[in-house]
C-alpha cells in the first residue's frame, strides 16, 4: 500500500505534473551524500519547505536504487577521445609490480649479411652513395683517402666498389656473372646427348692474297664465284655445302688480305681442315705465314694446295722447300704434311684434292648430335634492304628448324626462313650446314656463337642483358680513359682528330677497314670511327657527319639519293669504295695531312761586321763582308758575338753602296741595319737563316698495312 505522507502525482498525458506534488514533513538526521538526489535543508523551528521534485523519470528510478546513472554527452565523448590522441599527452609509467622481471628493450644493428650493395659490372659514384645511404661527398671523400680524384658521375668498377663499401661496412655482391650464370640455364642442354651422327667436315681455304683461294674454290663447285668479287679480292667469307663422291662438304672462303686477319682467324675457329692455298710461282708470303700461325693455334690438320702449277714459272721444288722451314714438311720428305699440287685453271689434281680432304675427316671421325637445340657460330652478318637483318650461320650441333628462337650475342629472333647457298628454302638444317637466315632483330657481330632456346622471352632476356652489360663496360671505359688522359691533352694543346662514319656491305667488312684504319692513327692524329653499321648510307648517316664535321666512308655500297641530296646541301663528304686497299691509302694520306710538319732551319749566308755607323735617320748601320752564302733583306738574322747569341731578330735594311738591295752574294760588301737591335759591334757575326717546313708521313708500320697495294691495282 503506498504510503500517505508520499507525495501525489498526477500523469497528464504521461508526464508527471509536479504542481500536486507535495514534500513530505522533514526528518531529524537528514545526511547528505553524493549518490542522493537534491535534498531538502531542515532548520529548527522552521516551517516544512517545499523541495524541488525530479525533474525526470530517470531522477525517480535513481531515488529508489539510491545510485544516480551517470549520463555521458556524445561531444563530451569526442573531445575526450580526441584529448587521448594528441601527440604531447603525458601517460603514466605503469608501476612495476612486486616480484616480477623487468624486460629492456634492446637496440640492435642489422645483420651483416643484410648489408649487401648489388653491382652489375659497374657503377657510378652516385649510385654506390644511394645505395650505401650516405652523402655523395663521403663516397668521394673516400675515394680521394685512396688517391683518386672522382665525381658523381664518375664510373666505378667492382674492386673499386668494393674497396669504398667497406670503408661503410658494407659488401659488394656482382650479380651481372650470377644472371649470366642464371640464363645461360635457359640455353645449354642438360645432360648426355642422345647419339652423336657422322658430320661433314668444314673445311677453310686460306692463303696469301691473289694465290688462287676463291679459282679453286670455283673450280671444286664448278660455278664462278671469282667474277662477282670487286677486283677478284674475296671481300667477306663465303660458306658453301658441295656435294663430293656422294658425301657432302662445306667450305669457307676466307679473304687473303691481311687487313681481314679477324675474319680468318674466325674461320679458324669454326672448320675442322684448312687447305692452305700456296701459289707454285710466288711462294709463301706474309699472309701465308699467318694463316698457318691461325691453323697452328686452332689445333686444326693442314693441307698444302700446291696451286698454279700450270705456269712456267711454277716452281714447285722451292715451295716444298719453304713449307719445310716453316715446319710443313711434305710426306716425301718424311714429314706429315699432306701436299696436293692443282691448278685451279685446268682442274689438274682437284680429284686428288678432294680425296685427300674426305680421306682426313674419315681420320678426325666427326661427329654431332641432332637431337637438340641448335648451336652455331655467325659467319657473316649484313642488313638486306628487303629482308632485313640477313645472317650465315654455320650450325655445329643439333637440329635449326623453322619457328626456333634463338640468340646470338647482342640480337635475338625466331627463325621465319632458311635459305641455302644455293638459294633453295629449308625447313631444317643438321650440324656443319651453313644456312642465311632472316628474322633477326638487328646485325650480330661476325663470330658470335648462336644458340637456340625454347624460349623467345628467354632469349630477348639475355640479349638484353649482354646489351647492358656491354654499355656499362663502355661507359666505365670511356669515361676511364678521358678522364687520365684530360690533363695530358690540355698541356699538349690538345689531339687532332679525323672522324668517319663507315657503312660497308657486311658485318665483316665493317670489322676488317675497322681495324685497318683504326691501325693508322697515331698520338698526335687521332682517327675515331664514331658510327659503324651495314647497309646503305643514309639522311641519318649525312646527319652525323655533319654535325661531327666528319667523313662518311661507303665500302661496296651506295647512298641513297634524298642522302646524296642532304650531304651536298650540308657539304659532307662521301666517299665510296669497292676495294679496301683505296680506303686505306685516301685515309692515310688525308691523316699525313693533319700532322704537324717538321720544321727545319736552313742556312742562308754569313756576314763579318767589320765597321758601325751612326746614322741619325736609321740608326746604327753595320757595314759587313759576306763570308759566304748570301745575304737577304727581311730574312731571319741573328747577331753572334764571342760564340753567344746576342740577337735574334730580322733584317730591317740592305743597301749595297748607296743603293737598297735585295740580297748581296759572297765576297760582296753590304750595310744592314737590325730591326730592333741597335748594339751591334764590330767583330760580330750575322747569320742568316730561314725555317722550311717538311711535310711528314705516317710510320711504316701504319704505311705496311697496303704493302700489296701495286699487285691488287694490277688486276683491277
Request: charged fraction near 30%.
Given at each position: 500500500a503506498r504510503r500517505e505522507d508520499e507525495p501525489q502525482q498526477v500523469r497528464v498525458l504521461g508526464r508527471i505534473d509536479l504542481k500536486k506534488a507535495v514534500a513530505p514533513p522533514p526528518r531529524p538526521a537528514t545526511r547528505r551524500t553524493p549518490e542522493s538526489p537534491a535534498t531538502v535543508r531542515t532548520q529548527p523551528d522552521a516551517t516544512p519547505a517545499v523541495t524541488e521534485a525530479p525533474k525526470s523519470k530517470?531522477?525517480?528510478?535513481?531515488?529508489?536504487?539510491?545510485?544516480?546513472?551517470?549520463?555521458?554527452?556524445?561531444?563530451?565523448?569526442?573531445?575526450?577521445?580526441?584529448?587521448?590522441?594528441?601527440?604531447?599527452?603525458?601517460?603514466?609509467?605503469?608501476?612495476?609490480?612486486?616480484?616480477?622481471?623487468?624486460?629492456?628493450?634492446?637496440?640492435?644493428?642489422?645483420?651483416?649479411?643484410?648489408?649487401?650493395v648489388k653491382i652489375s659490372e659497374a657503377i657510378t659514384v652516385g649510385d654506390l652513395a644511394r645505395a650505401i645511404g650516405v652523402k655523395f661527398g663521403e663516397v668521394i671523400k673516400k675515394l680521394m683517402d685512396m688517391g683518386m680524384m672522382a665525381t658523381v658521375n664518375q664510373v666505378l668498377d667492382v674492386d673499386t666498389a668494393t674497396l669504398v663499401a667497406a670503408e661503410f661496412d658494407y659488401t659488394v655482391e656482382n650479380v651481372a656473372l650470377n644472371v649470366e650464370s642464371l640464363l645461360e640455364v635457359g640455353i645449354e642442354d642438360e645432360g648426355e646427348p642422345e647419339e652423336r651422327r657422322s658430320r661433314p667436315p668444314v673445311v677453310t681455304i686460306m692463303g696469301h692474297v691473289d694465290h688462287g683461294k676463291t679459282s679453286l674454290l670455283d673450280a671444286i663447285r664448278e660455278a664462278n664465284v671469282t667474277a662477282g668479287e670487286a677486283g677478284g679480292i674475296t671481300q667477306h667469307i663465303g660458306a658453301y655445302s658441295v656435294q663430293v663422291a656422294e658425301r657432302r662438304v662445306t667450305f669457307l672462303d676466307t679473304p687473303g688480305h691481311e687487313a681481314f686477319t679477324a675474319m680468318r682467324a674466325r674461320g679458324?675457329?669454326?672448320?675442322?681442315?684448312?687447305?692452305?692455298?700456296?701459289?707454285?710461282?710466288?711462294?709463301?708470303?706474309?699472309?701465308?705465314?699467318?694463316?698457318?700461325?691461325?691453323?697452328?693455334?686452332?689445333?686444326?690438320?693442314?693441307?698444302?694446295?700446291?696451286?698454279k702449277i700450270d705456269k712456267p714459272e711454277a716452281d714447285l721444288e722451292r715451295v716444298t722447300r719453304?713449307?719445310?722451314?716453316?715446319?710443313?714438311?711434305?710426306?716425301?720428305?718424311?714429314?706429315?704434311?699432306?701436299?696436293?699440287?692443282?691448278?685451279?685453271?685446268?682442274?689438274?689434281?682437284?680429284?686428288?684434292?678432294?680425296?685427300?680432304?674426305?680421306?682426313?675427316?674419315?681420320?678426325?671421325?666427326?661427329?654431332?648430335?641432332?637431337?637438340?637445340?641448335?648451336?652455331?657460330?655467325?659467319?657473316?652478318?649484313?642488313?638486306?634492304?628487303?629482308?632485313?637483318?640477313?645472317?650465315?650461320?654455320?650450325?655445329?650441333?643439333?637440329?635449326?628448324?623453322?619457328?626456333?628462337?634463338?640468340?646470338?650475342?647482342?640480337?635475338?629472333?625466331?627463325?621465319?626462313?632458311?635459305i641455302d647457298d644455293q638459294g633453295r628454302k629449308l625447313d631444317q638444317a643438321g650440324p656443319s650446314t651453313p644456312v642465311e637466315i632472316l628474322g633477326l632483330t638487328g646485325v650480330p657481330a661476325a663470330g658470335d656463337t648462336f644458340v637456340a632456346v625454347a624460349d623467345e622471352a628467354k632469349a630477348r632476356q639475355v640479349a638484353e642483358h649482354r646489351r647492358t652489360k656491354q654499355r656499362e663496360s663502355e661507359l666505365a671505359t670511356t669515361s676511364k680513359v678521358s678522364l687520365e688522359d684530360l690533363y695530358l691533352q690540355i698541356q699538349a694543346g690538345g689531339v687532332k682528330e679525323l672522324k668517319l662514319v663507315l657503312k660497308a656491305d657486311v658485318q665483316g667488312s665493317v670489322e676488317a677497314i675497322r681495324d685497318a684504319l683504326t691501325r693508322l692513327g697515331t698520338d698526335e692524329v687521332k682517327l675515331t670511327v664514331i658510327h659503324a653499321s651495314v647497309g646503305g648510307i643514309t639522311e641519318s648517316d649525312v646527319l652525323l657527319a655533319a654535325a661531327s664535321n666528319a667523313i662518311v666512308i661507303g665500302f661496296s655500297v651506295r647512298p641513297e639519293s634524298k642522302a646524296a641530296d642532304l650531304a651536298s646541301r650540308e657539304g659532307v663528304d662521301i666517299r665510296l669504295y669497292n676495294i679496301i686497299y683505296e680506303v686505306v691509302s685516301d685515309i692515310r694520306d688525308a691523316l699525313e695531312g693533319l700532322l704537324e710538319p717538321t720544321l727545319r732551319e736552313r742556312t742562308l749566308g754569313r756576314a763579318e761586321v767589320r765597321q758601325v755607323f751612326s746614322v741619325p735617320s736609321a740608326g746604327k748601320i753595320a757595314g759587313c763582308f759576306v763570308v759566304d752564302g748570301k745575304i737577304q733583306r727581311g730574312a731571319k738574322a741573328r747577331v753572334v758575338r764571342d760564340h753567344v747569341v746576342v740577337h735574334d731578330g730580322k733584317i730591317d735594311t740592305l743597301r749595297r753602296f748607296k743603293d737598297d738591295a735585295r740580297e748581296v752574294a759572297a765576297g760582296y760588301e753590304c750595310g744592314l741595319s737590325l730591326e730592333n737591335f741597335q748594339d751591334v759591334k764590330e767583330g760580330d757575326?750575322?747569320?742568316?737563316?730561314?725555317?722550311?717546313?717538311?711535310?711528314?708521313?705516317?710510320?711504316?708500320?701504319?704505311?705496311?698495312?697496303?704493302?700489296?697495294?701495286?699487285?691488287?691495282?694490277?688486276r683491277v
Open positions: 530517470e531522477n525517480e528510478f535513481a531515488k529508489k536504487s539510491g545510485k544516480k546513472r551517470k549520463v555521458i554527452k556524445k561531444t563530451d565523448m569526442l573531445e575526450t577521445l580526441e584529448r587521448d590522441r594528441r601527440p604531447g599527452k603525458l601517460r603514466r609509467k605503469k608501476r612495476a609490480l612486486p616480484g616480477k622481471e623487468q624486460h629492456h628493450t634492446e637496440i640492435t644493428t642489422p645483420k651483416a649479411s643484410k648489408r649487401v679458324a675457329k669454326v672448320t675442322d681442315l684448312v687447305v692452305l692455298v700456296v701459289a707454285a710461282d710466288d711462294g709463301i708470303m706474309p699472309q701465308t705465314q699467318e694463316a698457318i700461325d691461325h691453323a697452328r693455334a686452332a689445333e686444326v690438320p693442314i693441307i698444302v694446295a700446291v696451286n719453304e713449307l719445310g722451314n716453316f715446319g710443313l714438311a711434305p710426306e716425301e720428305w718424311g714429314g706429315d704434311t699432306i701436299v696436293v699440287p692443282v691448278s685451279a685453271k685446268t682442274r689438274q689434281g682437284i680429284p686428288q684434292l678432294l680425296e685427300m680432304l674426305l680421306l682426313q675427316s674419315d681420320v678426325l671421325e666427326l661427329t654431332a648430335g641432332t637431337d637438340r637445340r641448335a648451336r652455331g657460330t655467325i659467319v657473316e652478318a649484313k642488313l638486306d634492304r628487303g629482308r632485313g637483318p640477313v645472317a650465315t650461320v654455320l650450325v655445329q650441333e643439333g637440329t635449326l628448324k623453322v619457328g626456333d628462337a634463338f640468340v646470338c650475342g647482342l640480337e635475338y629472333g625466331r627463325i621465319r626462313a632458311m757575326i750575322v747569320e742568316v737563316y730561314d725555317i722550311e717546313s717538311i711535310a711528314r708521313q705516317l710510320a711504316p708500320s701504319s704505311r705496311s698495312i697496303a704493302g700489296g697495294q701495286t699487285q691488287v691495282e694490277r
